[in-house]
């Protein structure tokens, strides 16, 4: 998708927090995503990916800087549009799923928002026909297997029409099916993406450019293929490309 003219989709200016406990998570964190990027956000284990996450809709206030999304700053008075503009699907589907139905589910963030009748019935078709579920509309979310409860977690968010998609760990606990059936949906999908991961190859595939976090900090913005390629970077950050994987296919 060719990024389009206009705000950027997702901008992060200078945003530092520390938590209630005195653990400073996020030092002066810049970035930029233009509508229609797919970016990857890797780092280790407690680099502050989560924590600069969970600052895009709201969830967590910036102790200093500003997050804007399609030019809306994030701030109370903006919540509900921010939470409408960014879907976040996380790490665990049961997290977001909890109505006796897929379509319940489904519903449930756009029927909150005011939609009814036909208009709401229209949405919730389009978001499960999106990611290949139209046909379990009527199951439960229990029911199905994980990598279908995931593609329902991808709906639900989907259901809301957001500008930005933000998926953490999409590819964790999926067979090797499940995996590329997702990634088929995801490269379908006409927005913006922003997803945090360990699955380098998973990056690459999915995501033309990445950016590194490391200790509350940016440290690497730049194609995927040539961060991966960069075997010292990579062992800076403690990130690993899988058993197997040659790292000169990044650079092809």
Do not use: W
């Amino acid at each position: 998708m060719t990024a389009s003219p206009g705000p950027a989709s997702l901008a992060v200016t200078g945003l530092a927090y520390a938590y209630p406990d005195g653990h400073q998570a996020l030092f002066g964190v810049d970035l930029t995503v233009e509508r229609g990027e797919r970016v990857a956000l890797l780092g280790p284990n407690g680099a502050g990916k989560t924590t600069l996450v969970l600052h895009l809709n709201g969830i967590l206030t910036a102790g200093a800087g500003e997050v804007r999304v399609g030019g809306l700053p994030v701030g109370k008075d903006t919540m509900a549009e921010i939470r409408r503009r960014v879907g976040v699907v996380f790490q665990d589907p049961d997290d977001q799923l909890f109505m006796p139905t897929v379509r319940e589910d489904v519903a449930f963030g756009p029927a909150n928002a005011g939609l009814r009748g036909a208009e709401l019935e229209a949405r919730v078709t389009r978001a499960l026909e999106r990611v290949g579920m139209a046909d379990y509309a009527e199951r439960p979310p229990h029911h199905l297997s994980f990598g279908q409860r995931r593609r329902v977690a991808v709906a639900t968010v989907l259901a809301m029409d957001p500008e930005i998609l933000v998926l953490d760990e999409p590819s964790a606990n999926l067979d090797p099916a499940a995996r590329r059936e997702l990634a088929d949906i995801l490269r379908s999908l006409d927005l913006t993406l922003l997803m945090v991961t360990h699955d380098l190859p998973y990056a690459l595939e999915l995501c033309p450019r990445s950016v590194i976090l490391s200790d509350g900090v940016l440290a690497a913005d730049g194609p995927t293929a040539e961060l991966l390629a960069d075997e010292e970077l990579l062992h800076r950050h403690r990130l690993e490309l899988p058993f197997g994987f040659d790292p000169s296919a990044a650079r092809r």
